[in-house]
């Protein structure tokens, strides 16, 4: 079972996407900030994590640069999320090593349908 860490600070988006993952056969652990984020990631070794851009503590942009400097967690794909539909958010992600990009709100299909094509 593939292992999901849902990192967002606002708690209904957090249980939702949450509830749906678990649903569709995964395993799922949150964080609420991005200090939550790296600790969790550190102790859960996911094999996923969908990152919230606009984090506490640290946003979801460093997070995913700490991520990606570790070589023990930069094999770990990050998706980010992000209420922000601006082109200029959309075209951060790849240069930060993102494998996707999903805009809030998102239809749950298209999560799993980005999920999916990594996961291959």
């Known amino acids: 079972m593939k292992k ?10 957090v249980k939702i996407a949450g509830l ?16 939550e ?16 851009i606009k984090l506490p503590k640290r946003n979801g942009f460093e997070v995913c640069r700490i991520l990606k ?19 200029a958010i959309a075209q951060e992600a790849p240069r930060f090593g993102a494998a996707g990009y999903l805009i809030k709100p998102f239809e749950h299909e298209e999560m799993l349908e980005i999920f999916k094509n990594i996961f291959g």
């Open 37 to 52: 984020a790296l600790d969790r990631a550190r102790d859960s070794s996911p094999d996923l994590i969908l990152l919230d």
């Open 4 to 13: 999901i860490l849902v990192v967002d600070d606002e708690p209904g988006f």
């Open 20 to 35: 749906r993952l678990k649903y569709s056969g995964y395993e799922v652990v949150t964080a609420v900030d991005g200090e």
């Open 69 to 87: 400097a570790d070589p023990v967690l930069s094999k770990i794909p990050v998706v980010f999320c992000s209420a922000d539909a601006t082109t």
